[in-house]
């Protein structure tokens, strides 16, 4: 088919895949630090979703301009997300640091569950519309029938944010501890280092852009449910795998490979098969990559 | 062979805990089952509601048959399999009459159940054309058009009206979207237009924009969507902001105001069917007024329905004189009752009639009926 | 006096790093041989290459099976190695914690039984029969080594020296021609490393089974070792019986220094 | 007043602070977006307070006594359960008794209760399939559901179009698990942890999607309706009838599973795969080939499922793909992981547990799948191991050459 039709799916390929890459982030995160598949990270999405609604709503409310509302709302959203993940590693995953990791994962997935029931009775069962935070900018309006000012306020994020996240990992002092902490914990608290305190800001750094993409994903689909986080957290789970789930580029990598094959699978091919595809993409890759795109592999020493 | 100790030595444990006797009571025991949990339990609770709102008003009023009703309430989440053990719990509870199930495959896996224990099961929103058209189910009964009418007049309206060539139809995978998407495919062929794409979107998926460019490169001449408002308002927010102007035309799962309010001006000219409009009769008026009293926020989906639905159960039982299966089928044939769709009974198969469809069109913010 | 194990210019690279250079060596029918060197030499480097834990990048190397015909065993799978007769035991101790002692033993007879999955579950005369055979042979190998007493405890619970002495017993379970001891020494007090020494020479005299050890303890090595083969710098320096190796000048001024002497 | 005390106190309040910050925007506010009107409940916000303030209280003086009981542990090794269990006295007459109960049980209670005892029952089955993936072989298998619906279409399929019988396509099922286990095993087996589940978790939903997609094949999400119950020598049974016989079925299959586990676990291949679990490395230089020997266990636990998939598919006479959602291989895995992974009694308590305890929690209305929530989370906490810690029954030698297994 024609190109224009073929840079147009790629264009929306990029923004799925920057989706999927602000959730993988916060998965490939706290997976680097404590091995543990965050199940509830998809919820804190939601709740950052959630948060970011009620505050915007209350606020246009009482009549504040726009800027100010998308201002405040972003920052309570990302606040509380990293409240939420600091509170849920503290009560599901502290206590259980030396349980199998098994158990671990089983928690996660109570929590999950929880916090999807917990908003949805505080809440509502019902979708709620979410307001559009992001203006049609004027620069922008000339393209935006093939990219909405929306999905490019989240490309645009999500590079941002990735960038910020690996000169933290790279440069920082807590970026030095935490990849110690991922290195060896025992190792790194010898050496001084507050492992349980590394691992809460692991945490609330993983829900803020957990908030981030909470916020910036229910505005370009205006519609927020309690349900929203686990099919998203799944799939951005499965990005984080393929990139080799642990790297920050990594996540990013396998996010957009996934958004974009996806993407134009359903272009040229069928949506009825979408996921088998995207799912046939990851075991090819991990057959011949056992650990993901750019995962380092674990070779055992003998 | 201890191993299995545990194994049954655990249910023993749990029903200590958990047995509770059923106190016999002299009642009228009306089940209501649907999804009252789950990502689809804003379909069920309503009808929970109408059916608590309804028998309020008949206990007040002296109940049926001088007898008080009583609800039995039990949630099935939609799932065929727990569908089944919530019949088998009505049926144990000694149900007389059965309100639900919402939705299709649930009411499919459940009525079997009721079927052998002899109960009558009328569904607010079950639309599935099987379930009556079958005719395996003498029990079923539902105040809700069927997809096929529906379907049928999604078509007409755009062959007739819309005068379409080619339409692209997409649906959501799912047993409700799904079944009204194939059935509109049929009805659009036999009528000549062209079917150009018939595809099924993955629900949940934060980003529809791969779906839409296709559509667009094949520039139909209509839409049709088979599925809930959810994701109708994704694609046409998505359509509309890529500048596609091609009309989209969805079933009654579209036709809610979370629609509207959610696709906000892009909803602006959406068709979908529904049950013709109501919003004259005073009985539906006042309905909507007592939910709005009891419960604080707008009526939700399926509400006049299972409001009717429980309104025809109650008025059969009463006719019928007695809570016998058989009697209550010939009384719902026969006797009309008031409701808010007007006085309706129910044709051999067991749908409504005088529950018809019409076409709606977005205009200002309303849906308002297509003349 | 037929060879068992014949390895021919074994190179082994890790990206730019040669671990193993060229390297040729051959042990014998029911021959006691030691491969000595320093640290990061690349002995244990060689057991993982001849046992199929690494691929060489060149070289060959000859197994004497139980038929009695050489075949080339390098890019066979590990338990595919054990199976054509060569087993091996771990510098790092690696026993199945969960385990007890005799079920260790018991698991190296795997290469050896067949029962499966239905014979497991009909437990019918064939399986019980092996079953007994499995138990029955991994006991009579704890008496071998002495470790009878230890029968039923948890190998994790074994002192240090038990459970070097168990992971010889495990490597026995699979009827090697062939037994690659990785310091089997290790961590052992004196006394410990003499019965070490009676052990190794009681297997090689009453099985049959020819061995070849790493070993940094020159006492035992001098002991009861027939050919010494030393490597340095994955390359081999010198080989002889421990008398030629004591005077060798190159293995001296490489390696042992004056210490053997003391 | 003394100084601990106090500081309780003051811990709680913290606590009961922090949660009332916390909650706040979700349980106080409730923003109508259409009627465009605010309600604040604030009463919420004090009940959340109070709740806090007391449950973090508990939740502390729990968590001491966990790492109390943990100290205990280490010492005196077995829990009180554990112990029990390997009293012969008690365990051989309470197992007469349970089988009894086992068989009055169907007569004793209402339909409703026989029949969710038939689906925690099938999830009994389930559990012991994947206890062997993941409790023997230590392979974590996100996408079990696969099998199981590989068994409920082998069933509604081969009924529809050949009119088979539940007895024929039972075996049928299971083989067909068994299949479908070696195919999705075989290329993936080299992958570790976290890499084979999600790889499982993967194909798991490929299988409902093209189950979902395939109407030529499957019907597609419209379900396959009307499928018979088991029939006994072409008797014509009522339903109350039909599904105490599906039970007695189910409760036998349970105890067959129990058996051939058992069997497995103390045979070679049983050995194996412990082997397998705590060293690959040192199991392979014993000659054990690692493949085969976690296909193997693939295609076993996969036998389980797809038996499991046939019964299921004939107590709720109808299935469409919606039945096979991740969320249900989870569930599965939960019940084994809960349970005690390993530890068949472990898996059986779990299974029984999780699964009825939504069915009883009905009254709970709403409130069920929060509780379900917490309690799973409650549960680790609390007893990490699963509520019967594994105790691997290790092969006992006796001197006198005696070669029979007891604990």
């Known amino acids: 088919m024609n190109p224009e039709y073929l840079t147009a799916l790629i264009l929306g390929g990029l923004t799925r895949g920057s989706i999927y890459a602000l959730i993988a982030l916060g998965y490939t995160m706290v997976y680097g630090i404590i091995q543990l598949i965050n199940f509830a990270h998809g919820e804190i999405y939601m709740i950052g979703a959630f948060t ?28 509380y997300a990293c409240c939420y993940g600091y509170t849920l590693e503290k009560i599901a995953y502290k206590p259980l640091r030396h349980a199998p990791r098994l158990s671990v994962l089983i928690s996660a997935i109570g929590m999950s569950l929880f916090f999807q029931n917990y908003v949805l009775l505080a809440q509502t069962s019902n979708f709620l519309p979410f307001p559009g935070l992001i203006p049609d900018f004027e620069f922008w309006k000339p393209y935006s029938h093939v990219m909405s000012a929306t999905e490019l306020v989240i490309i645009v994020t999500t590079a941002i944010v990735m960038v910020l996240l690996t000169l933290l990992i790279k440069f920082t002092r807590i970026g030095k501890a935490m990849r110690a902490t991922s290195q060896d914990k025992i190792m790194a608290s010898l050496l001084g280092i507050n492992v349980n305190q590394i691992i809460s800001i692991t945490f609330i750094v993983g829900s803020a852009t957990a908030a981030i993409g909470g916020l910036l994903i229910a505005s370009h689909t205006g519609q927020i449910n309690a349900y929203m986080g686990f099919l998203v957290g799944i799939k951005a789970f499965v990005a984080a795998v393929l990139g080799g789930i642990g790297s920050i580029p990594g996540a990013v990598l396998g996010a957009f490979v996934l958004g974009l094959s996806e993407s134009v699978f359903t272009g040229y091919v069928s949506s009825d098969y ?9 075991v090819l890759i991990l057959i011949f990559r056992p650990s993901g795109i750019l995962g380092r592999d674990q070779t055992q020493k003998v | 062979m201890r191993i299995f100790l545990f194994s049954l030595l655990f249910p023993a444990c749990v029903f200590l805990m958990f047995s509770c006797g059923e106190k016999p009571a002299d009642t009228i025991k009306l089940g209501v089952a649907g999804a009252h949990s789950g990502d689809l339990a804003s379909y069920g609770i309503p009808s929970v509601r109408a059916a608590q709102l309804v028998v309020k008003k008949i206990n007040a009023a002296g109940g049926v048959l001088g007898k008080q009703v009583e609800l039995l309430i039990e949630d099935d989440a939609c799932k065929p399999e727990i569908a089944g053990n919530t019949a088998t719990k009505l049926i144990s509870d000694g149900a007389d009459v059965v309100l639900g199930h919402i939705c299709s495959g649930a009411t499919k896996a459940a009525l079997g159940f009721y079927k052998d224990a002899g109960m009558v099961c009328m569904s607010p929103s079950a639309t599935n054309p099987d379930l009556t058209f079958s005719g395996e189910y003498p029990n079923f009964f539902r105040t809700i058009a069927n997809d096929a009418a529906q379907a049928r007049l999604q078509v007409d309206f755009a062959v007739n009206v819309l005068k379409v ?17 194939e059935l509109a495919r049929g009805y659009f062929e036999d009528a000549g237009v062209q079917v150009i794409l018939f595809e099924g979107i993955t ?10 460019i296709k559509v667009n490169s094949l520039n139909p001449d209509a839409v049709i969507w088979g599925g809930y408002h959810p ?12 500048n596609m102007d091609t009309p989209f035309i969805g079933p009654d799962g579209v036709k809610d105001a979370t629609f509207i309010s959610v696709a906000g001006e892009y909803a602006e000219g959406v068709y979908a069917t529904g049950p013709v409009d109501i919003s004259t009769n005073p009985m539906a008026i006042l309905a909507g007024k007592e939910y709005q009293d009891a419960f604080g926020e707008e009526p939700g989906a399926f509400f006049d329905q299972a409001y009717a639905a429980t309104l025809c159960l109650l008025n059969a039982i009463e006719k019928a004189g007695s809570t016998d299966y058989s009697a209550i089928v010939k009384s719902l044939h026969t006797h009309l009752t008031d409701t808010p769709f007007g006085k309706i009974k129910f044709d051999e198969k067991g749908d409504a009639i005088g529950v018809e469809f019409a076409v709606y069109k977005v205009e200002n913010g309303v849906f308002t009926e297509h003349k | 006096m037929t060879s068992i194990l014949d390895v021919k210019n074994l190179t082994l690279d890790f990206g730019g790093l040669r671990a193993i250079d060229h390297l040729n060596l051959t042990v014998n029918k029911g021959e006691i041989a030691a491969l000595i060197g320093p640290n990061g030499a690349g002995k244990t480097s060689f057991f993982n290459c001849i046992t199929g834990i690494y691929k060489p990048t060149a070289g060959e190397i000859f197994l004497t099976c139980r038929n009695g015909e050489k075949e080339r065993i390098n890019g066979l799978k590990p338990n595919l190695v054990t199976r054509k007769g060569m087993a091996r035991t771990f510098q790092n101790i690696r026993l199945f914690s969960s385990m007890t002692v005799l079920e260790n033993v018991m698991i190296g007879c795997h290469s050896i039984t067949h029962a499966g999955i239905l014979g497991a579950v009909f437990k019918d005369a064939a399986t019980r029969k092996e079953e007994k055979y499995i138990v029955d042979k991994s006991y009579s190998i704890l008496k071998t080594l002495e470790l009878e007493r230890f029968v039923n405890e948890l190998a994790v619970n074994l002192p240090y020296g038990a459970q070097r002495l168990l992971e010889i017993a495990r490597a026995m379970a699979t009827d090697p021609q062939l037994l690659l001891l990785d310091e089997p020494a290790a961590g052992m007090n004196p006394t410990e490393t003499r019965r070490l020494d009676d052990m190794i020479l009681k297997i090689r005299d009453e099985k049959g089974i020819a061995i070849l050890l790493i070993e940094h303890d020159m006492k035992l090595v001098m002991r009861i070792s027939e050919t010494i083969h030393v490597v340095d710098y994955g390359k081999k320096i010198g080989e002889g019986t421990p008398e030629e190796i004591r005077n060798h000048p190159v293995v001296i001024k490489a390696y042992l220094g004056e210490d053997i002497h003391a | 007043m003394n100084m601990p005390v106090l500081n309780e106190i003051k811990k709680s309040l913290i606590a009961a602070i922090w949660f009332m910050f916390l909650t706040f925007p979700i349980m106080v506010i409730k923003v109508n977006t259409i009627t465009r009107t605010i309600d604040w409940r604030w009463k919420n916000m004090m009940y959340t307070g109070i709740g806090a303030f007391f449950l973090s209280a508990v939740w502390r003086y729990m968590l001491r006594r966990k790492e109390k009981n943990q100290n205990a542990l280490e010492k005196e090794g077995l829990s009180i359960v554990q112990k029990i269990l390997q009293v012969k006295t008690f365990s051989i007459p309470a197992t007469v008794l349970l089988l009894i109960f086992a068989i009055v049980f169907p007569h004793l209670f209402s339909m409703h209760q026989t029949n969710i005892m038939i689906s925690a029952l099938i999830y009994v089955m389930l559990g012991l399939g994947l206890n062997i993936v993941v409790g023997l072989a230590g392979l974590l298998d996100l996408g079990y559901v696969a099998f199981f619906a590989v068994g409920a279409y082998a069933y509604a399929l081969l009924n529809l179009h050949f009119g088979l019988g539940f007895w024929t396509v039972l075996p049928v099922g299971g083989f067909l698990g068994a299949v479908f286990g070696i195919l999705l095993g075989y290329p993936v087996l080299r992958l570790r942890g976290d890499y084979l589940a999600i790889v499982t978790l993967g194909f798991g939903e490929i299988i409902r999607i093209i189950l979902e997609n395939w109407n030529e094949f499957s019907f597609g999400p419209a379900g396959i309706a009307n499928i018979p119950k088991p029939e ?36 070679r291949i049983g050995r194996a795969w412990i082997a397998l679990k705590d060293d690959e490395i040192a199991c392979q230089a014993m000659g054990i080939d690692k493949a085969k020997t976690k296909l193997r266990a693939f295609a076993l636990g996969a036998t389980w499922a797809g038996m499991g998939g046939v019964v299921f598919a004939a107590k709720t006479a109808f299935i469409n793909p919606a039945s096979f959602t991740i969320w249900e291989s989870v569930i599965i895995l939960c019940t084994v992981v809960a349970g005690g992974m390993g530890s068949i009694v472990g898996v059986i308590c779990g299974a029984l547990l999780l699964i009825l305890l939504p ?6 209305g709403q409130f069920r799948m929060i509780t379900f929530g917490a309690v799973l989370v409650l549960m680790m906490v609390f007893r990490p191991g699963g509520m019967i810690e594994n105790v691997r029954r290790t092969y006992q030698f006796k001197t006198g050459e005696t070669n029979d297994i007891h604990s």
């Open chain 2, 203 to 212: 629900t949940g998926t934060v980003d529809y924009s791969a779906i839409v």
């Open chain 1, 52 to 79: 970011g609604l009620i505050v915007s709503t209350v606020l246009t409310m009482h009549g504040m301009p726009g800027f100010g509302v998308v201002f405040f709302a972003a920052a309570a959203a990302i606040i």
């Open chain 1, 274 to 282: 979408e996921d088998v595809f995207a799912f046939l993409i990851l």
């Open chain 2, 165 to 181: 060539k080619k339409v692209a139809i997409l649906h959501d995978k799912g047993d409700y979207g799904k079944g009204a998407a």
């Open chain 4, 359 to 364: 069915e009883y929690l009905r009254d709970f």
């Open chain 4, 232 to 267: 006994l020598f072409g008797l014509d049974l009522s339903l109350s009838a039909k599904t105490i016989y599906l039970y007695y079925i189910i409760v036998l299959l349970v105890i067959f599973t129990v058996f051939v586990i058992n069997r497995l676990t103390d045979s």
């Open chain 2, 231 to 242: 994701e109708a308002s994704k694609i046409v927010t998505l359509m509309r902001k890529k």
